[in-house]
Structures are given as C-alpha cells and as structure tokens.
C-alpha cells in the first residue's frame, strides 16, 4: 500500500553518534509524513485495507513511542549541552521546544482519527489534519537540522559518547 522503506544502507547509525540517529529519526518522520500525505487519497481510491491498517499501525507506533523519546533526547541532552557550547542557538532551542508543543498537540488530534480508521470507526482522515502535521514537522525539521550541524561543529567526541549511552539507556539498549 504506502510503505516506504528506507533504501538499504551501507552504513547504519548506532548510539555511538547521537547525532546520526537524531538524523535517522528525522529521517523516519519524513517516510511517515510521506505515507501519511498520499493516505487519504489511497482510502479514496481503495478504501481500507489491511495493508493501510498495518501501515498506520507502524505511524502510530512510530509517532506514539520513538518520536517523544527522540524529543526528550534533544531536550535532555542534546540541546542542553549545544546552548553551553554555541550559546547563540539559544533562540532556535527555545522555539523548538515550543514546537515540540505543538507537534504533540498535533498528533493527539491526527492519532485519534487514525486509531478510528484503523479500527473500522471511520473511513477517512482530515486532509487538513494531516497538512498541518506535516507542514509543523517540515518546519520543525528545518530549523532543527542546522542545529544537529552546529553539534558536529562543537560538541566533543566524548561529550557525544555520553550523550549516546544515555539516549541508548533511555531506550533500554546496551
């Protein structure tokens, strides 16, 4: 139906390099965001199946779990330590944890229906439901992504592998 798999890779992000995965996780917003684009039009064209109901599944799950620990990774640790070193993202760092806001006030709104859809309560999504959590992401990842540049630039490498092991930890992986 929709599912966009990511192309194989060569090289996989590890916790390692916090930053990669940040990049990763934008990454896996992007492929949901676009399979949440064409849903409404694949509905219309070919109602509800189960691989639109697995699909959504895998949105949920996705924005639901990984995408507020992907937001506490930067709020915890990754913007924390970025301001003390390049205090001049402090602006951008603000108005992204107030975007953060917004993206999760989003979601409450979009999942509700999506949970719907996928248990037979309706069969369609608001189309504007899912412009505006697409467009806040393209917004939100806009802004952020320079930032993740900035990290490179001035965080050291250990301050990174620290950084890592505690977002890995968040996670429960070793």
């Known amino acids: ?11 996989v992000p590890s916790w390692e390099n ?45 924005f639901n779990l990984a995408a507020p620990l992907h937001h506490d990774d930067e709020e915890k640790d990754f913007f924390p330590a970025l301001v003390k070193v390049a205090p001049q993202a402090k602006s951008d760092i603000d108005e992204l944890e107030r975007q953060h806001l917004h993206l999760h006030a989003n979601w409450t709104a979009l999942s509700a229906q999506l949970v719907e859809l996928i248990q037979g309560q309706r069969d369609s999504v608001e189309n504007a439901l899912i412009e505006q ?41 070793s």
């Open 18 to 62: 916090p930053i990669e995965m940040l990049y990763a996780c934008h990454g896996r917003v992007k492929n949901f965001c676009r399979q949440l684009n064409i849903l409404p039009s694949y509905l219309e064209k070919n109602g509800l199946n189960q691989a639109v109901k697995n699909d959504v599944q895998q949105i949920l799950n996705y």
């Open 133 to 173: 959590f697409i467009a806040a992401y393209d917004q939100h990842i806009a802004l952020e992504e320079p930032l993740f540049e900035m990290g490179k630039q001035y965080l050291l490498p250990e301050q990174l592998a620290a950084m890592g092991k505690i977002m890995a930890e968040r996670r429960k992986i």
């Open 1 to 11: 139906m929709i599912n966009i798999h990511p192309t194989n890779q060569s090289h």
